[in-house]
């Protein structure tokens, strides 16, 4: 598809008449929708953020995780912004965890669209646009989020986004350009035309540039594209038919079968996974004509590495930050980040990052810390599973993690919440034996269903069927020793499961 | 006491007349005493070493530990000499791990000789010399030796004890100077009087100097003091009752009253408490006048450091050393150790090393790592058991390890050998749920005592007598489950134990 076709089209919006509009919408208060993209699987932030347990689902800089960061900072109403409840784009693996996170801070989601493949984020997009337009608000205002990024002044992003919102109104599909505070190579930038107003049409997108490039870039007042947009859905979905047809008719055949399911909403798996893997950005921002942007200096970093996170966290006297428990001895503007591994006694150390989790620590330069997807990627080679699973493994119902293993034996502590159940079960090969360390088990082998508290143990023949439960009110802990040849995750039949995972 | 005096004794050593003596001594094979110092707690190896688990009785640089290595030096007989059983002194804390150690190699001890406290070589060697005289032996050569040297060439440790013998027989002190590598500043050096025969007087023993005063030292041909030396008992206990009588007074009397028990010697602690701490080097070698020194070339390492252990050992092509689990990116000559710590990454490192534990893990620049002293002292200042205690702990029937803990409970593994059997014991204030990982158990708990096999368990309820025993044939491995409010290893009244510790 050429793009000289795409520069003139129907609806232009002119930037030069927001006033009138502004002030009238700034009276009526704007309704807008947050869209929060929690797709990603990235593992730039190993070993703490892993394939079931990425970086957005990661508390990395605050007590918040970055998704909840996220839906919170659309959480509040002001006089001229109305924020719809959000929805969330997110992984089948992820979706318990995601649902979690957001009831935690009081921000339930309206809908949890699952990606049934990655796709990048163009047809995640206009699967929500299509969510909306189902809903009965085919011209409902999206606000697109990252769910991994973090924004310092949340004020000014307010003000940015209620900047945008006539022109989104009007039809424009308005991204945000963040002001650069360095000339950085890892980001996008876009080029805004003239300079009146908050916002301005954009010339162009440019991608990642390499040093001396960027210095340009920030010298001729060009922008960080943050990957944050305001439109219509109407718009979008209009400008992604016009932009990247097979996109749209490959989400347009997805969602038509899609399964509703509660809160969740599931697109047709082998329809979606025909649609391309394509950015939004890429897919429509750069081939579309109605593409605005407000320039926003408003504290923003995607914390896209160790050094990022050591630069958006203020350290102390000589320079370091440190979570977790170590000892820094003769240390200097160095990250140590421990996360349940074991004690980390740094001597000397200068501009280090040491990341350490129970079952993995990571050492590096800070200005190393970019090409951690080398680490990641000669672990994959070797077969671990370092990469893939956490130490500490989420699951609807609590949480597991091995503490130990032996020549056929293995010890795990599991953690289940108050109400919550395992599904009935049997494994082929092993044989378990239960031990409650803390609160109170319903435990249920074969045909006898049985109340445990702390020090009673049972044993699980192999074969067995089984189920464990927390009545509460109490969390309960335990401990579970495990015999056999073969002691993988993957020898288990589930027979019944209260959260849906037999199929 | 002043030196001056000390200078012209009895019994001058004629270092120009050795030949006779020596070929003579040759063919009818001269006897000698290894004395093994196996007192050491040193942590600059930490996390590795540790108070009960000291460098000595590590595997560093091989497959046996230091103290095998040394043990196994003196194991074979040659020629022209003829090696008894070792003296061994070590602290009461380290007796089953230092007698086990031995005898796994086929070096059973002829005695261990347990120093009540630490009070530095001069009074432990004395002991030994004792030792020997009251076994009707007083003029048996002693060849004492700190068991945490490394020694590349043997074969050359061997002449230079053999040249030394006949010296030794004759009275004098002889100490072995170490041909210097380098300009170390770690080490005391020995100057020699004239450059005539194996055997030369010593002039002087200087301390640690600094670096110019070391390049000064070097360029005159001085020596390393390698604190390995050959003397007949009593020719020691002459010069320590003259060169320092109140060491000599207090062994005297800690030695009259010691109590023999099989193999180990214990003399009277609070005699031995009285004993001044002073090195062999500064109570007697500096000193006395009967001193010589055999200058000797073996690829000896004291291993005194991280540094010097990546020195001693061949490193791969880009300079690293790696033992353990773990991925080096782009890394160039550091030292990667992994002893059951998490899986270390380690990414563009240079010079550096990484030492991972179950419970703790060091990162420093290696030219650093002789300050591993701070970090030692920082984490005892801050309460942290981590300097002292092993994360595996090593007992006279096996093993033990925390697995993981919450509150109100622990988890351990417990690993006992085939034969090995726990104390009779009971705790105030914890009960504990054992179950059998692999092997077999016999487990008595009050008035029953009965076998448990693989995923069979046992309560074991508050202040209830109980003992856990491993038949054999094979390695017991039991997970133990504990709850209480207080989980500390004091809470154990033992009422019963076949090593002895019920004292």
Redesign the interface.
């Known amino acids: 598809m050429g793009r000289a076709g795409l520069l003139a089209g129907p609806g232009e919006y002119d930037y030069r008449r927001p006033l009138n509009n502004c002030e009238h919408q700034s009276l009526t208060s704007i309704s807008i929708s947050p869209v929060l993209l929690c797709g990603g699987s990235g593992t730039r932030l ?2 703490l953020s892993r394939a079931d347990m990425p970086k957005q689902l990661q508390a990395l800089a605050h007590e918040e995780t970055m998704l909840q960061a996220t839906a919170l900072r659309t959480a509040t109403n002001s006089n001229d912004l109305q924020f719809e409840a959000p929805l969330v784009l997110a992984g089948e693996g992820h979706r318990f965890l995601v649902v979690e996170q957001l009831l935690h801070v009081g921000c339930p989601p309206r809908a949890v669209i699952l990606e049934p493949q990655g796709r990048n984020t163009a047809p995640a997009v206009a699967i929500a646009a299509h969510w909306l337009a189902r809903a009965g608000t085919p011209d409902a205002l999206m606000l697109v989020m990252p769910s991994d990024h973090l924004i310092g002044n949340e004020e000014a992003f307010r003000a940015a986004i209620a900047d945008a919102a006539p022109a989104a109104l009007a039809g424009r599909m308005v991204t945000f350009g963040i002001t650069p505070s360095e000339p950085a190579t890892g980001y996008g930038y876009i080029e805004a035309e003239g300079d009146i107003g908050p916002v301005r049409r954009v010339r162009r997108f440019v991608e990642k540039p390499d040093e001396e490039t960027a210095v340009a870039y920030v010298a001729r007042g060009m922008m960080w594209n943050a990957g944050i947009f305001l439109f219509k859905a109407s718009a979008y979905l209009e400008a992604l038919a016009t932009c990247a047809p097979e996109v749209a008719k490959a989400v347009d055949d997805a969602v038509r079968i899609a399964e509703i399911d509660g809160m969740i909403f599931r697109p047709g798996g082998a329809e979606f996974a025909a649609c391309p893997s394509i950015s939004i950005d890429y897919a429509v921002m750069e081939r579309s004509d109605k593409v605005s942007v407000v320039p926003v200096d408003m504290g923003w970093s995607d914390v896209g590495s160790w050094d990022a996170l050591w630069r958006v966290t203020a350290p102390d006297a000589e320079g370091n930050v440190v979570r977790g428990a170590g ?1 820094l ?2 240390c200097r503007d160095s990250l140590v980040r421990n996360e349940g ?9 200068e501009g ?1 990052v ?1 990341v ?10 800070r200005e ?1 810390s970019e ?2 997807r ?2 990641v990627d ?2 994959e080679d ?1 077969g ?1 599973e ?1 990469t893939r699973t956490s130490h500490e493994v989420r699951r609807p119902w609590g949480s597991y993690r091995s ?2 293993q ?4 293995q ?1 795990k ?1 599991i953690a289940v919440k108050p109400g919550g159940q395992l599904s009935l079960q049997k494994h082929a090969r092993r ?1 378990e ?1 239960w ?1 409650v ?2 609160g109170v088990a319903i435990v249920t082998v074969e045909q006898v269903r049985k109340q445990i508290g ?4 049972i ?1 699980i023949p192999v074969g067995s069927v089984h189920r464990l439960e927390n009545p509460g009110p109490e969390p309960l ?1 335990l ?1 579970e ?1 495990q ?1 056999g040849g073969y002691l993988g995750e993957d020898d288990i039949v589930r027979l019944a499961d209260v959260y849906g995972r037999t199929a």
């Open positions: 190993w070993p000892a001895i003769g591994g074991p004690f980390v006694a740094a001597l000397g150390l280090m040491v350490a989790t129970g079952d993995a620590v990571l050492i590096a330069p190393r090409d951690i080398k680490v000669r672990i070797e671990y370092l503490l130990g032996g020549v056929g034996w010890v502590r044989a034996t031990v360390a803390s702390p020090g009673e143990s044993f802990e401990i020793v015999q």
